[in-house]
């Protein structure tokens, strides 16, 4: 069975860094294309960044673009999300989730068909 797992959320001040990981058990992420996605209370799931399939080609929200870096490391099992100049509205639950194979896309999010539990991240001074 897929299984993914967020961490590296955390209390961050405004200007701060950090670096999320969503890692894959019993499976390699090499043929899975991640998408990152935010959710602040009330407001719907929201595509950030993700990483494709094979290529590894990436795509990036406006609101992050140039903030936010997404990576795969070397043995293919987890996918970063390295945050950078932290805002308080990138404050949300993040999660990962998977498409074997699939294209690169932030919206819809049902088009990812695996998630994590997700983990938070608060930007506050």
């Known amino acids: 069975q897929l299984q993914l797992v967020e961490s590296g959320g955390d209390l961050v001040q405004p200007g701060g860094s950090l670096r999320l990981s969503c890692a894959a058990h019993?499976?390699?992420?090499?043929?899975?294309?991640i998408g990152w996605f935010r959710q602040a209370p009330g407001k719907e799931r929201e595509g950030v960044s993700c990483?494709?399939?094979?290529?590894?080609?990436?795509l990036y929200a406006d609101s992050v673009k140039g903030r936010f870096t997404v990576a795969r490391t070397g043995d293919k099992r987890t996918v970063w999300l390295q945050m950078f100049s932290l805002k308080p509205e990138d404050t949300g639950v993040y999660y990962c989730g998977t498409v074997y194979r699939g294209s690169c896309a932030l919206a819809p999010a049902s088009r990812y068909a695996y998630w994590g539990q997700g983990t938070q991240v608060t930007v506050s001074s």
């Open positions: 019993g499976f390699t992420l090499e043929q899975y294309t």
């Open positions: 990483i494709s399939s094979f290529s590894d080609s990436t």
